[in-house]
């Protein structure tokens, strides 16, 4: 799988074709190019590649895929909401030793579920910080949070609890966090309002964005340890999304105070707030600009999560991904 020095030397490259760019190899070396202008962007050599995520339209061709299995690249094609729509990887579908452990992990077991759950927690406290607020609701949810990690989750060793416990705090964490946009309540995919609406989008390019990170390493991306098995449910990416939400928490938050997100964006359609389609690119872009810095620091948390998992270790080896 993938070592140290593969990060150390090696990158991962986002390249924005939602405009019209093709993608192209010559000599070696994969050419980033404007169609309509006929010129060459930039120049990417394929040793210097740790994988290669395309987020639009583009020809996938033989020679690109020719040339990402010699060098081990892995090739991941998105739309712009980062819904991945293809993905290639030469070693990581073989990794069946990978899935067995998946599949024998005993669902008494859940100590894995407690140390995401505690991630979430820590970012969720470490956000409502960095607010620098005082007033009544945000030191409460403070203090719920520092409770949570202190003196509840060390406790808990049912499974119904955990997600009790994390349901709790993170109602107290939406309160406190959104109160000066008029927060009411959580309600996923319920489209009631534009707030829910706008972090049902932000969570949904995340969810796929922790997707393609994922797949680099052939997990079975249905069988998680905190999300149980559901039919045609991503369990494990739900599970590995949790640590990175705060990142959407925090970009939603900026966004509406800063006037670049607004209610009028929205439509209203058999009482669901629809994002009015000439807003999509808007939002689609703070969304984007927000997730692509962390690409190392998501892969690197994937991929040691891969290896303690791996290797059974000790719940204190698992990474950790502070905001």
Known sequence: ????????????????????????????????????????????????????????????????????????????????????????????????????????????????????????????????????????????????????????????????????????????FFSAYFQDLGWKERLPRTKCDALNATLDIGYTMLFNYIECFVRMFGFDIYVGVYHRLWFKRKSLICDLVEPFRCIIDKTVRNAFNKRQFKTNDFQIHKGEFRLKIDKNGDYMKVFFDALIPYKMEVFCFIRSYYRCFMQEKEISNYPKFEL
């Open 1 to 172: 799988m993938f070592t140290n020095k593969d990060v150390e030397h090696r990158t991962i490259y986002v390249v924005n074709c939602i405009k019209d760019r093709n993608l192209r190899v010559s000599n070696g070396e994969l050419l980033l190019e404007e169609i309509d202008e006929k010129k060459t962007l930039t120049k990417l050599p394929f040793q210097k590649i740790l994988a290669l995520f395309v987020v639009g339209h583009i020809h996938v061709t033989t020679p690109l895929l020719e040339k990402c299995k010699k060098f081990n690249v892995a090739l991941i094609v998105m739309k712009p909401s980062f819904r991945p729509v293809f993905f290639w990887a030469d070693a990581a579908e073989a990794n069946y030793l990978l899935r067995q452990k998946q599949h024998s992990l005993p669902k008494s077991d859940i100590r894995i579920a407690k140390w995401l759950v505690q991630e979430k927690v820590k970012n969720q406290l470490k956000t409502l910080r960095n607010t620098r607020k005082k007033d009544p609701m945000t030191t409460n949810a403070e203090t719920v949070c520092v409770n949570a990690l202190e003196n509840w989750l060390p406790k808990i060793s049912n499974y119904d609890k955990l997600m009790g416990l994390e349901g709790y705090v993170s109602k107290a």
